[in-house]
């Protein structure tokens, strides 16, 4: 498909990733200073993150902006109402909720065979 319409298979293959390497770059530049160190220190991020994508709807980029986006301010008022201790489990549980409401995600469209 590419090909057929004179994009450089290879060149946008490595395009793709370097920015991929550049936002991970920019994710540890703006995570370290608020965080300390530790083995498994990026764990729940990428959680997280396959929580915001499924949200989302897997395969839309905007879905998934959106979804985590809302998905941070649900748990940071979550946290601020109910209990700091519940900031983590808050995010799988409305996980959970999308995935019986709507499995394929609330950006997601419907699966048309």
Known sequence: ?????GININRMTILSFAIGAAVGAISGIVVAPITFAQYDMGVMLGVKGFC?????GMGNFTGGIIAGILLGLLESMGAGFVSSAYKDAIAFVILLLILFARP????GGSKQE
């Open 1 to 5: 498909g590419a090909r057929l319409v």
């Open 104 to 107: 394929q995600g609330v950006f």
């Open 52 to 56: 915001a994508a499924i949200i989302g």
